[in-house]
């Protein structure tokens, strides 16, 4: 693995460094580099998306580990580091440019090179990908299998957050439903270089079956929803032209949906 020397070294060799407009804080504790991608799992030809490889640090630990890696990168002068330092490396795949279409889908370059296969998402996600990009992948990409990542804490809390809290929102009930989530471990600035301005959290989780579950319809519907939060359901519904199931208390407020309640909600709306 790269030392923070070598990752500086390799940025200084080329004139650069790391650029907080793109989010890039590189993860420099190899300890915690190995624990997350052994969270992953990942192996022998299996393969692996990394969102943001950065200078390659982890992308040299998941391809030493026999995996096969596609790493989408958006900076283009990292893009040129990346070839030259993975140019002898056949199970290595740069995507360039940004993973996200939009703040709802992948790149279509990104999909046509995952194909129809099962992959993981194991990354150091820059902090303005992370909820967009696992939104994206959990409700439309079931062939990604499982996510290892590390991303703001904020975010982490708001994917493993319980109904009725602060940070309870329509990206909590999406990742519960279609996720089995834990916090692997909180991090602080010091494990990163340029230290962020916040701490961060690795995350783990496993893809649960959902065949019967429309997470695109659901995640528009509690999105919808949660912009009145602190309004009783029914309320809420009626603004919004929902139709409430029976069994579904009124006056419960819309932050406290349980995400039982919540498939339930979106399954009556197509009644």
């Known amino acids: ?79 040129s580091l990346l070839r030259d330092h993975f140019e002898t490396r056949p199970n290595f795949t740069l995507i360039e440019g940004d993973c996200l279409a939009s703040k709802r889908s992948l790149s279509p370059v990104l999909i046509e090179a995952l194909g129809d296969e099962p992959f993981r998402l194991v990354a150091n996600l820059p902090y303005g990908a992370g909820t967009p990009l696992l939104l994206a992948l959990m409700t439309q990409h079931p062939a990604c299998e499982s996510v290892h990542v590390t991303l703001q804490k904020e975010v982490g809390e708001r994917l ?50 959902t065949n019967e579950i429309d997470l695109v319809k659901l995640a528009q519907m509690c999105q919808t929803l949660f912009t009145q939060r602190r309004k009783q359901v029914g309320r809420a519904c009626a603004n919004l032209g ?12 819309v932050n406290e949906l349980s995400a039982e309640v919540a498939i339930g909600l979106s399954l009556a709306q197509s009644v």
């Open 242 to 253: 929902l139709t409430l199931p029976e069994g579904i208390d009124p006056s419960m407020r």
């Open 160 to 209: 493993l957050a319980e109904p009725g809290t602060d940070a309870y929102g329509s990206i909590s009930i999406i990742a519960q439903v279609s996720m089995d989530l834990r916090c692997v471990k909180t991090l602080d600035p010091g494990c990163f270089w340029p230290r962020p301005k916040v701490d961060s959290m690795m995350v783990s989780g496993q893809r649960k079956q």
């Open 1 to 79: 693995m790269q030392t923070l020397s070598e990752i500086r070294t390799l940025l200084n060799e080329r004139g650069l460094r790391p650029r907080r407009s793109l989010g890039q804080n590189f993860l420099v504790d190899h300890n915690l580099l190995k624990q997350l991608v052994d969270a992953s799992g990942a192996g022998d030809n299996d393969l692996v998306l990394e969102v943001g490889p950065g200078t390659g640090t982890m992308t040299e630990e998941i391809l030493d580990r026999g995996c096969r890696v596609i790493a989408c990168e958006l900076d283009t002068d990292l893009c």
